[in-house]
T-cell receptor, first 114, second 115 residues
Framework: DGGITQSPKYLFRKEGQNVTLSCEQN?????MYWYRQDPGQGLRLIYY???????QKGDIAEGYSVSREKKESFPLTVTSAQKNPTAFYLC?????????????FGAGTRLSVL | AQSVTQPDIHITVSEGASLELRCNYS??????LFWYVQSPGQGLQLLLK????DTLVQGIKGFEAEFKRSQSSFNLRKPSVHWSDAAEYFC?????????????WGAGTKLIIKP
């Protein structure tokens, strides 16, 4: 089955620690996205990548970093500089042509601070 | 700046009753329009989309939406809701003809179903 796999489902971060959230897709999509979701705030874009080896900051990139070394993978690192990382993180991907705006989502990773 | 407004944070509907969720956007030209649904603790699933053509679009799970250019609206409807429809619903917009892949998201409407 084609889709987007996010892991882990739950993640805990200690003070001063960097943690990495995994996102893998087998849809052969060019573009991938990371969103942060907080209660009552909808989706906020952290980073996005439209092609391998290239990515752009979204609205709330501070304290986060990404890489896009392979088409199918777009890991997100939450660094110690992100002082309020507790949130639900969603990864998405989209294809080309008219489908470039149709985003498909993973099941999410819930990050909490210990 | 482009924006999407979902005026209702919560909506409570009795099971079997009809549903309308509102979505208004601010954009000069006709954008591409989307509705997504999110069950608790899950990712988002595409319900339906509008690119062009017939302004009434049908989606999955018995949902439909109507694009009204004059009102800059894309409201989601369902004739009879089921308890399994309880979820959060997001409207999103993409500028048409733009090379940018991003979506502009509404804040979401949480649907509560009364038995």
């Amino acid at each position: 089955d084609g889709g987007i796999t996010q892991s882990p489902k739950y993640l805990f971060r200690k003070e001063g620690q960097n943690v990495t959230l995994s996102c893998e897709q087998n849809l052969n999509h060019d573009a991938m996205y990371w969103y942060r979701q907080d209660p009552g705030q909808g989706l906020r874009l952290i980073y996005y990548s439209q092609i391998v080896n290239d990515f752009q900051k979204g609205d709330i990139a501070e304290g986060y970093s990404v890489s896009r070394e392979k088409k199918e993978s777009f890991p997100l690192t939450v660094t110690s500089a992100q002082k309020n990382p507790t949130a639900f993180y969603l990864c998405a991907s989209s294809g080309g042509g008219k489908g470039k705006n149709i985003q498909y989502f993973g099941a999410g990773t819930r990050l909490s601070v210990l | 700046a482009q924006s999407v407004t979902q005026p209702d944070i919560h909506i409570t509907v009795s099971e079997g009753a009809s549903l309308e969720l509102r979505c208004n956007y601010s954009y000069g030209a006709t954008p591409y329009l989307f509705w997504y649904v999110q069950s608790p603790g899950q990712g988002l699933q595409l319900l339906l989309k509008y690119f062009s053509g017939d302004t009434l679009v049908q989606g999955i799970k018995g949902f439909e939406a109507e694009f009204k250019r004059s009102q800059s609206s894309f409201n989601l409807r369902k004739p009879s809701v089921h308890w399994s429809d309880a979820a959060e619903y997001f409207c999103a917009v993409a500028p048409s003809g733009d090379s940018n892949y991003q979506l502009i998201w509404g804040a979401g409407t949480k649907l509560i179903i009364k038995p």
